[in-house]
């Protein structure tokens, strides 16, 4: 099967990004959303990544029309997936929404239609029977800025049929990503199974009051040679999804003892702090002080 058209279910801020990457290399993209208001804040959204792409990857302001040009926007789900090649799913982390959703989209979408997640922690196999199709049903994840952070790692359940498993490894190339092929489940896939430890580290030796976060990031970064510390990239990821993770972590997990934790997040919420979305988080955007020449300086 050639993938060609593709529908995007979920436009946050990585629905968005994605939609827009597969339509910046010449896919035909539908974007789901739930209602109008949310498909009205998603176009919003995919049009201000026009800054990012000129900066970043020296996109012209033509490509970027064009790109736009291949998106439309629904809050029917049945339209929206009636002619798609391939759906990728960013709807929030829950497994009983995502369950409701892949049952109804299994009767609206084709036959032949692939179904992927973009989830970050839940495997393949949590869904795969829900979609009607588990043979053709894998998770590809997205790290955030896309354009930039071009990766996109792919994994299948045990019932994944690996000629479909093998054609999201082609499309992930054909929208620039660098395709990471997992051999078998495992939640968190690569990256985060890496990043999350430290992310973890980092907000622990804050808490306790070891150090400020600059001193952190600027720890890790003069140390390694990393391009940014785990407050940089908590900016990046978004202090929202940092508080809900480490919010349920300590209603799950008392004895974890996160609540410290979820309050000096939720204060930053409180204050209109979201990371880099809000222009403000841990630093200041669009130039955040550790990109300065000094914040290394001896």
Known sequence: MTIKNVTVAGSGVLGSQIAF???????NVTVYDINEDAINKAKDRIRGLRHAYKTDIAATDAEFEKGLANIGYSWDLQQAV????LVIEAIPERPDIKKDFYEKIAKFAPKEA??????????????????????????MHFANQV???????????????????????DFARNIGMIPIQLKKEQPGYILNSLLIPLLSAGEDLWVKG??????IDRTWMAATGAPMGPFAILDVVGIRTAYNITLAEAQAHPEANTQPLADA??????????GMESGEGFYHYPNPEFKQKDFLSI
């Open 21 to 27: 990457q597969a339509a910046f290399k010449g896919f």
């Open 82 to 85: 009636s002619d798609a090649d």
């Open 210 to 215: 070891v150090a400020d976060p600059q001193m």
């Open 114 to 139: 692939i179904f992927t997640s973009n989830s970050s922690t839940l495997v393949p196999s949590m869904f795969m029977e829900d979609t009607g199709r588990p043979a053709q049903f894998l998770n």
């Open 147 to 169: 354009w930039l952070n071009n990766t996109a790692e792919i994994m299948g359940s045990p019932k994944t049929d690996p000629a479909i498993y093998q054609e999201i490894v």
């Open 265 to 274: 997040l939720k204060k930053l919420l409180d204050e209109g702090k979201l």
